[in-house]
């Protein structure tokens, strides 16, 4: 009997110890982001948000201005072209249930949710940035918008489940048609599941680097924000910053981590705003 | 739904099916794309395109050049067996501590740590990991694991650096933990109440509780594994700055190397200078492919399996 619950107390420990272990990285990470990136983002002060980098090696921080701004209109073309699609798709499988289309459909979405992402910025690659001899913004748009549908979908149809099936009962009683039920009714009583879903798909834009890798372009002598010219977003300039010897450049990497981690915090606590179980 | 379609539903229909359209055509223009382009690295070094370790650039003699996808093939399996067997228990031992462990009020503090988790983007685990973690593994575990273990074939390189395998693995192994948590917690929620009431009735303790209940999600927890084992394959820029970037196979850990996604992110951009070097990558990219669907439809038939036992 003493063995056993001498067991149990030692589980329990074990149990702790190993949760903790888990927890702790996650301080450190956050914890050296916001030294690491304050520090930078004060030297640098508000010319952070409006220059551009200084040249590599030099005693001057310059900005992120490039791929702060690319960041912006990435997540904004995204968000407008992803998720009317998801809407989409998740309103088929919401309506249409049951169906061995839907059923196909809900398999191809989730397999994309396994797809590593950087095989959609691959295949962006082939199809747009090859015929048009460039990469872009939109070029990188389009693969965010890709790789956040399965993400959105899932969420927004879940969000229409959620309705209890009287109201749907009631609005074709009605003699409405169903369309008019899915998107008056229903979704009216799930928008703040729909919006949470926007907002999850948001934040997987801004934070999202592999899609972009051969898509957008990586260019920061200027501030574009032309969607047809190549551009810069944040989490590309931390990846090509962060592999150079350069202290400059790599404080700028830890300045754009800040800014993307407390982008995508933000996000995450108005999400948490609007409905109760947030979901990443 | 029985009698005729009204006309006015069936335009709805319709309507839509250009949406789900989207994800189908992507995942299988996907597919064919990478086909497409492989096949001349297939046709040119056939079985050795995969089974090959030699990875050897020519610019001006194509004849001389050498793509074989081994070593980064290993490097894949190797750094995603580690960060499950790192991200598993962890996972796991943060499900018990919020279903069994900690008071009720916070148990939703966890939950948000781990959303917190799943939120930050791989690229600042990257950085994270570049400038803190592989530093530190090296003059920690790595040194000790070398003059201790140094005898088995896993530990026997000297760490000189501290980005390898190794490293990438254990940075996987944090990345996962909240897909790992998210499916397990579901699972775990989901079992009866009356069964836990019921072993606890009994007079049995936590432990013994934990491992019945665990017993009962035993198929939520494979397909955790498996999709976590997906993910931790395919990731690419978090990988690709801890890993060392070097074609060492993966028998020491210890030591730089490649995975498949790492290598097309390190030299996608450059392999048009070099003939069949793209056609390489992009065979790559269709194994990583194959990986990632493998993975999910083996994951989610688990899943459904433990799904259809709970009703």
Redesign the interface.
């Known amino acids: 009997m003493k063995g056993?619950?001498a067991?149990?107390k030692a589980?329990?420990l074990?149990?702790?110890i190993?949760?903790l272990?888990?927890?702790i990285?996650?301080l450190?990470?956050?914890a050296?982001?916001a030294v690491r990136g304050g520090e930078a983002i004060l030297r640098a002060g508000p010319g952070f948000f409006t220059e551009l980098p200084a040249p590599p090696g030099s005693r001057r921080l310059g900005g992120a201005a490039p791929a702060l701004a690319g960041s912006l209109v990435l997540a904004v073309m995204s968000t407008a072209i992803g998720v009317p699609?998801a809407?989409?798709?998740a309103?088929?499988?919401y309506?249409?249930r049951g169906t061995r289309?839907?059923r196909?459909?809900r398999?191809?979405?989730?397999?994309?949710?396994?797809?590593?992402?950087?095989?959609?910025g691959?295949?962006v690659y082939?199809?747009l940035v090859v015929p048009l001899h460039g990469q872009s913004l939109l070029a990188g748009s389009l693969a965010l918008a890709?790789v956040m549908?399965?993400y959105v979908?899932t969420y927004v149809e879940s969000a229409l489940r959620q309705v209890p099936q009287t109201y749907r009962e009631a609005g074709l009683a009605l003699g409405l048609?169903?369309?008019q039920v899915?998107l008056r009714i229903v979704a009216g009583i799930a928008r703040r599941g729909i919006l949470a879903g926007l907002i999850i798909g948001l934040?997987k834009a801004?934070?999202?680097?592999?899609p972009l890798?051969?898509t957008v372009g990586g260019a920061r002598s200027s501030v574009n924000i032309n969607p047809l010219r190549p551009g810069d977003a944040a989490?590309l300039l931390?990846?090509h910053y962060?592999?150079t010897p350069y202290d400059n450049w790599?404080m700028l990497?830890?300045g754009a981590?800040l800014v993307?981690?407390a982008a995508?915090?933000l996000?995450?606590v108005v999400a948490k705003a609007f409905v109760r179980e947030?979901?990443? | 739904m029985t009698g005729p379609v009204p006309p006015e539903d069936k335009r709805f229909y319709y309507s839509l099916l250009p949406f789900i359209g989207v994800s189908m055509i992507v995942v299988l223009v996907l597919a064919a794309v990478l086909a497409y382009y492989s096949l001349p690295a297939v046709k040119k070094y056939g079985a050795t395109a995969i089974l090959g370790r030699e990875w050897s650039p020519s610019e001006d003699n194509p004849s001389k050049a050498r793509y074989g996808l081994l070593i980064p093939i290993l490097g894949t399996l190797a750094t995603a067996t580690i960060a499950v067997l790192i991200g598993l228990p962890i996972a796991l031992s943060m499900v018990v501590l919020t279903e069994e462990i900690l008071p009720y009020r916070y148990r939703g503090l966890l939950g948000s740590i781990v959303d917190v988790m799943a939120a930050i983007p791989t690229i600042v685990y990257g950085l994270w990991g570049l400038t803190v973690l592989a530093p530190l593994l090296r003059e920690t575990l790595y040194k000790w694991l070398h003059a201790r273990l140094g005898w088995t074939p896993l530990f026997a390189c000297n760490p000189f650096t501290g980005t390898t395998y190794m490293t990438a693995g254990i940075l996987l192994g944090i990345i996962v933990v909240p897909y790992i948590y998210a499916i397990v917690r579901e699972a775990y929620r989901s079992v009866p109440k009356k069964y836990r009431h019921g072993i606890y009735a009994l007079g049995a303790t936590r432990l013994e509780a934990v491992r019945l209940i665990m017993g009962m999600i035993r198929s939520a927890i494979a397909a955790a594994v498996l999709l976590a084992f997906g993910r931790a394959a395919g990731e690419t820029v978090a990988v690709a700055l801890v890993i060392g970037s070097a074609f060492n196979a993966p028998r020491c850990l210890l030591a730089p190397g490649y995975t498949i996604a790492s290598l097309i992110a390190n030299q996608f951009g450059e392999s048009f200078y070099y003939p069949y070097m793209a056609n390489a990558l992009y065979l790559g990219g269709l194994l990583l492919l194959l990986i990632g669907i493998a993975a999910n439809i083996a994951g989610l038939r688990l899943l459904g399996r433990a799904r259809s036992l709970e009703g």
């Open positions: 056993r619950l067991l149990d589980f329990t074990a149990v702790i190993v949760a272990a888990g927890i990285p996650l450190h990470l956050l050296t982001v699609l809407f989409g798709a309103l088929f499988l309506e249409f289309l839907a196909a459909a398999a191809f979405l989730m397999s994309l949710l396994e797809i590593p992402t950087v095989l959609v691959i295949l082939v199809l890709i549908l399965p979908a048609t169903r369309a899915a934040s801004i934070g999202e680097t592999a890798l051969f989490p931390i990846f962060a592999q790599r990497a830890w981590s993307l981690v995508v915090l996000i995450y947030v979901r990443m």
